[in-house]
């Protein structure tokens, strides 16, 4: 039988096997390990990307982004340990622990049962005189942003945080606080993963904060680096968050075919959408999503049933994410109002395979087995 792998990694850096080996061996040749070229390279590439007159900031991973943003602006005085932040509560688990390391108070939301994101539709209401932040997670790639948000990031004093993590190369439909219309642009600042099987992945961990914001940039490179303001002088304190240059080196090399990975998984998606035909399915919609995940809802409890009939058929699945933040231990002793969206989401949302080890005859051949599930 024929098998349809969810992801294989080595596959999908096989395409880029020539440029990630000259970077490395540049890297290794430099005798420069920590900072660097590179690094200002890349993070100058990622900038350029995003646009805006942004900033980019390497550090060690997407969770450290999120985590240096909020300690940034708690140095800076535009948070204080207690203060608010509202979350979607179907966001993966980094999110909310960035948010409770840092010392603040997540208050978790349900998300727009449309899009499975945030918008400021739903966040508006659930402020309270505590809420300083949102956190904006742009979930399976799909931009979480609205007019109300905009309206809550301008007018209403909320901090605005982009979790990009999921959305690299997206664009929203209409623009953000300084006007562009890339993810990661859209708010006062944004977190990037770049753990491997995000749409642009290292060889390892790795991660950015980008902003237009001079001096959020500055204190979240001070804290990143041991609280260092200056040699031998330590203001804050800091954590060691840093981006390898070896990974620098090689996301510099797969950022110039970014805008082509991210076209080859709409592809994939656009193909899935118009094929896919079959009550028990709902396919999702998501204009201006790079597609990190292909997510589908299968419901009547029947999401199991369909992933083992798909297993049996050789397709290879996932789920993104079976148990909700708020349902895991650790976090069992937060409060939150109810959340009934998330978890039929977390039991009713399969991942499909999109990624570049799936060829468009394989969609082809996947949707005709799912549309005969019965
Ligand atoms: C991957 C991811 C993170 C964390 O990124 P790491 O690089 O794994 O630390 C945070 N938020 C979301 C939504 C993610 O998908």
Redesign the pocket.
Known sequence: MKRYPFLDLAEINARYSRQLREAATRVIDSGRYIGGEENRDFERNLSAFIGGGCEAVGC???????FLILKAYMEMGRLTIGDEVIIPAN?????VL?VVNAGLKPLLVDPDPGTMNLSGKIAAPALTPRTRALIT???YGSPAWDEEMLHLATDKGILVIE?A??AIGASALNAGINGNFAVGSLGHAA?F???P??NLGALG???AVVSSDAELCRTVRQIANYGSDRRNHYRYLGVNSRLDPIHAAMLSEKLKDLPEANNRRRQRTTLYGSLIDNPLVRTPYNPGSVW?QYVVRIGSGRRDDFRDYLASNGVETDV?YPVPPHRQPCLSYLTHPPLPFTETLASEIVSLPISDCTSLDDVIEISAIINNFK
């Open positions: 060690g991973n997407g969770y450290d982004a999120l966001t993966f688990i980094a999110t960035s997670v742009h979930l979790d993590a999921q977190a993963s770049f753990y099987t995000k961990d790795g991660g990190h993104h």
